[in-house]
């Protein structure tokens, strides 16, 4: 984009209005809110300044790397924050149309700081912002986010920013050859990490929720980024870019948006489902017959494939994440692989952190969220599918059976209760752990509880008042007994 002059003071009834639209919308990770009465181009206008201005602080970069997803609203927010980049003296590298992993990809080929126009898997009526440091660091309230909050409300007057608009951004304000290189080395990056180039004789099927994953079909499998395609069936579902999710929602976590791939998958007698999200930076597994596979489970796979891959180029003891709500399984597998396994708290700004300090090669999260040194630290759910993909295609095993070993352990899933006050009620579930058949009381994120063969996690919400639990057993009996009981502790203190 070409420059502009800076625009007056805002007056103070702006800088309320913009600071009471950014109070909901801007979380402990990133930034979401509804359009337009929580965001609008101002409001983006505001957040690229701020972006541009908290940037400058730390890593004195003169550029942002602005890419955006294929919601209605997302090119006139990409324009709008673009603007905000350059009124405060800086530059927008554009990138147009791409799926989160992308913009992180971009942010460390190109060592700048980025933002991603998305809302992820929330609903139509939701945009935001993901921001990352140079090189894709996470970038979190505490580390970079709580200053561009604090500093958008005071952004000059926007000039000409773009009202919410379903047209593409401009191609002249497009960089093209910035766009065209993260491509070509995205895929690059993706099939030389796996092989899956080298794939044959099968059949996968891809949910594309109408999101971006719908693009990187044509991207990694196809030739749309000047590679040969595949030499195995992929089947697209749902793979036009439309924000409006015609079709279902590109939200994986819920089961019935999983059900159009399942039957796809048993229909089309395909080896393997991938289910993305809208950004298309998660993804979820099908197996042959249609079930859902544990996120902890391929993860642990995954683990285990990139330790040998770290071991092979010399690393003693690779150290790989996983977030406290993953199974068992996970810190056991890492350890039977010669590798370490370091916990975290939930969320990937801190896990981006831990990523660089520990030196790890790889995290992840039971959230299906998949963070790879070779990518930056960040995550990346197509390469973890890739990962999927090839580790199938060299066992000759079917999905189902290729992830059992790694599987051992039940699981809750996350179960969500509207509190009056979250503080309160972890307090006292930690004072009353002692009805519970444990002494280990753990406080990394929220309070965990670990028995000899389960554990309970209960942990606020960072964004909404909720408090969240996961529970996981050896056995289903006993996975509903402890669900039950911790349930009923946390229903009697809604109040």
Known sequence: MTGHSPGAHPSPELVEARAIALEPAVGAYDIRGRIPDQLDT????????????????????AEVVVGHDMRP?????????????????????????CSTDQL????????????????????ADYNGIKICGPRAAGV???????????????????????????????????????????????VERIRSLTHVDEVTGMKIVVDCGNGMAGRLLGEVFHTDAGFTAVPFDVIGLFT?????????EANPLKPENLLDVARAVVDED???????????????FIDEMGQTLSPSAVGALVAEREIARAKAAGVAEPVVIHNLITSRTVPSTITAAGGRAVRSKVGHSGIKTLMRTEGAVFACEHSAHFYFDEF????????????????????????????????LYVQSGEINFTVADPDSVLTAFAAESGHFPTNTVDELDGIGLQGEDWWIN??????????????????????????????????ARRQ
């Open 104 to 123: 992180y990809f971009a942010s460390g080929i190109f060592e700048l700081p980025g933002a991603m126009i998305t809302a992820s898997h929330n609903p």
């Open 42 to 61: 101002d409001v983006l206008f505001a957040l690229g300044w701020a972006t541009a201005s908290a940037m400058a602080e730390h890593h004195s970069s």
């Open 270 to 284: 395909a080896d393997l489902g991938l289910a993305f999200d809208g950004d298309a930076d998660r993804c979820f």
């Open 376 to 407: 930056y630290g960040a995550d990346s759910g197509m390469l973890a599918a890739c990962h999927l993909i090839a580790a199938l295609a060299k066992t000759g095993a079917p999905a189902s059976r290729l992830v059992a070993d790694y599987d």
């Open 140 to 186: 979190s309230l505490a580390s970079g986010l709580g200053r561009i909050k604090e500093l958008a409300p005071q952004a000059p007057i926007r000039g000409n920013a773009p009202e919410i608009s379903c047209d593409a951004v401009p191609e002249v304000d497009i960089d093209k050859a910035a766009a065209a290189e993260m491509r070509e080395r995205y």
């Open 458 to 491: 209960l942990r606020k919400s960072n964004t909404e008042p909720l408090v969240r639990l996961n529970v996981e057993a050896s056995d289903p009996q006993r996975l509903r007994e402890l669900t039950a009981q911790a349930s009923d502790f946390v229903k």
């Open 240 to 248: 036009e870019l439309d924000g409006t999710f015609p079709n279902h």
């Open 73 to 97: 609203s997302s090119p006139g927010f990409a324009q709008a924050f673009a603007s905000g980049i350059e009124s405060a003296g800086h530059r927008a590298v554009l990138l147009g149309l």
